[in-house]
């Protein structure tokens, strides 16, 4: 049994990785990508604290993986809405450099 | 019925309501004329009772008055009462007479105005309404808000034909130079409130509570209340406003500024009365202002040509005559205690509203039949006119003292009264030459303006008629007063009688005597036999330069009396004066106050405009539109937050 901090830890980093994704890389495709791995980081807690439910009180405890399996298929959704943004704003600016696309501002 | 004078002002209120709330087609006659007089009349039937009350003895003042508490501040407050004596009888008298007489005039004079004579006849009905309210005050601050508001109605009413600039800045005029006044009246109440603690004339003219003060303050404080005398009355200096105040309807001039608003300032001095004869410098400030004024502004007359600026300038001296006989009659009562220049006042006030108003009704209706003011384009009116030139004539007659018409019993009154003060104080005596001085002159303009208009040959093309009967009427009414409001001194107890009763609480030894006594005293005054040859002496003269033919007016041109022509054409210099006060010294100041206000003022509003422009122009650089920024802004507060959570709140907590 791996101890609950191991994935808290691991958890973490991933959601740190994604962040600085999303705050750094130019491409929106990479910054979708990085979204996606923060919300993974989120599943894994889930799943992690549902194990540690069941180990604490030695009952089965479903509901965090439920809401795991909610998470990803609305990840899906919004990569689906992500990418269809992206594309618009390719057609409209032939560009996906999150840098350039900055008119809504002031 | 004396309880019930408060409805008098009511009635006219009500139709000012009426005529200004209706909607048009309810007006009926002359657009709200109907209501005018109906109003005017309601309110001079009730007048009449309350004085037939007051000529029968009664006077309602004090706390038997019945009176409305209007404002509670702290354990103080101000009531609104009314004060019934001889003094406001008079009062009523001239203002309902005068007032309802215009009024039914107006639907004549004001015939053409079209759909405006329904702000007119609501204005006048306004005007009316507060009048009545001024008269009937018990308390000095109740008097001072109906002064403000004839003095809110006289601005309206000289200002009614506003799209002609002289009669708007004669409106304002009128009411700036009032308002001087005003504000002494103001200061004046406002001392006497700080040692007495009371507006009430009650309080004031019965108790000790004014001779409590000290006395340079009981002189400062009468004196400053005289002030808005000077100001309403038109007294010297404050005078210039009352001839351009003629802008107005002719039966505006009328009723305001020579019966009624215009008295308001002689009847605060002689509603003071028991304040002044406790203050004998104050005394002879009005008699002097009152003198002067009545000598400078008969010499103006003399050479006016706009025939409602002679009877103005006549006003201001006749009323000059009021205030004189009212400072000389304090010191009669001082020192004699007689109420003979008190009562010659106040009588040669009556006598005044009803001749001058008439005067100045004469004039409207030859106005409405030439459709000018300047008497070089009258004369010849008399075969044409002939009810208004006689009504004219008995109306000139009364103002220069010939018996046995009104002016002269009761100038005759004030003249003496004025020579026997000077037993006590030789200015007196002054003064009284002063006074024959003017008699002589108001009989030599007066008769000028007579045979201007009325004789000769018509010196301009006009078609002239005589007014409508509802314009004669009233001439014929006030002609018939004028005739006998004199004889008032020999009827029933006698005028001096009758308004002892109004002095207050000095002691009067006024012992009734035989009526036939008073005429004999006044025919064998050698003074009686000065005024008289002096008045029929200026009426002879004026016969000789303006009536027979063959006197060349042009002597008057050339020379000294050329200079004293000018002087006297440009108003003393009086009017200009003030003008170019004006213009240089307030003009300057207003300069200054501009370029503070430009530079300083606005410099400040606008300094902190520019600091606020220039903040949100710096700060709006945070807003780039770059979408990894605000996350990275987010999660970086979000940091901020957790290590505030989790190691700042404990701490602080330990403590």
Redesign the interface.
Known sequence: MIPIEYWLVFSSLLFAIG?YG???KKNAIV?LMSIEIMLNAANINFVAFSSYHTTLHGVAEASGQVFALFSIAIAAAEVAVGLGIILAVYRRYQTID??K?????? | MLEYAWLIPVFPFVAFLLISLLPKRTLFWEDGGGYAIGGAASAFIVSMLVIWDVINGHTLTGPAAPEATWLVIGSFTIKFGIWIDQLTALMLIVVSVVGTLVVIYSGGYMHEEGGRRRRYYAEIMLFISVMYGLVIASNYLEMFIFWELVGLCSYLLIGFWYEKPSAASAAKRAFIVTRVGDIMFMAGIIIIFKYVGSFDFETLFHGGGFASMPANMQTLSTALIFGGAIGKSAQFPLHEWLPDAMEGPTTVSALIHAATMVKAGVYLTARTYPLLVATPDSLILVAVIGGVTALIAATVALVATDIKRVLAYSTISQLGYMILGLGAGGYLVIHASTPNGYSAATFHLMNHAFFKALLFLCAGSVIHAVGTNDMRLMGGLGKKMRITSTTMLIGALAIAGVPPLSGFWSKDEVLAAVYHAGDWDPVFTLLWILGIATAFMTAFYMFRMWFLTFTGEPRSEYHAHESPKIMTVPLMILAGLAIVSGFALFIGQGFKGFMAGAIGDTPIHYEAEPLGDIAVEIFTDPLTYVSLVLAVAGILIAYRIYYMPGFDRSVFARGVPGAFQRALENRWYISKFYDDFAYKVVYGFSIVADLFDRYVIDGMVNGFAYLGANTGNRI?KA??????RY??LI?VGIVLLLIFVIYVVPWGRGL
């Open positions: 962040a999303v705050m750094s910054v999150v840098d696309i900055n008119i809504l501002r002031w | 709006r807003q780039s539109g770059n979408v990894q996350a990275s999660v």
